[in-house]
């Protein structure tokens, strides 16, 4: 069983940055992938960043791309997605997830935080 918590989220101006952290506590950090999902109102859940076990290997949804970076420390159980030049539209609530899987596969993802409101002002 692993259990995720989200933290950094909040209001931010548009072109503004925030940083959001995910912290892991069971099971075995270091052998998931992670990833960073957001649900906007009306939308369906968007996976926009993912990391290997290993963090060797990431993945990024084009919305986000040269935007928002995913990195993660195995010493600290942690994953964190630095989100730079925001835009109102990347207002959603993020959440972080784990995957002994293949990380582009959203219904492969096991463990799911409760999430994080992100809101970007115009």
């Known amino acids: 069983q692993v259990h995720l918590v989200e933290s950094g989220g909040g209001l931010v101006q548009a072109g503004g940055s925030l940083r959001l952290s995910c912290a892991a506590s069971?099971?075995?950090?270091?052998?998931?992938?992670m990833g960073w999902f957001r649900q906007a109102p009306g939308k369906e859940r968007e996976l926009i960043a993912a990391i290997k076990w290993s963090g060797g290997s990431t993945y990024y949804a084009d919305s986000v791309k040269g935007r928002f970076t995913i990195s993660r420390d195995n010493a600290k159980k942690s994953v964190y997605l630095q989100m730079n030049s925001l835009k109102p539209e990347d207002t959603a609530v993020y959440s972080c997830a784990s995957t002994t899987q293949a990380m582009g596969i959203t219904a492969l993802y096991d463990y799911w935080g409760q999430g994080t409101q992100v809101t970007v002002s115009s």
């Open positions: 069971g099971g075995t950090f270091s052998r998931y992938s």
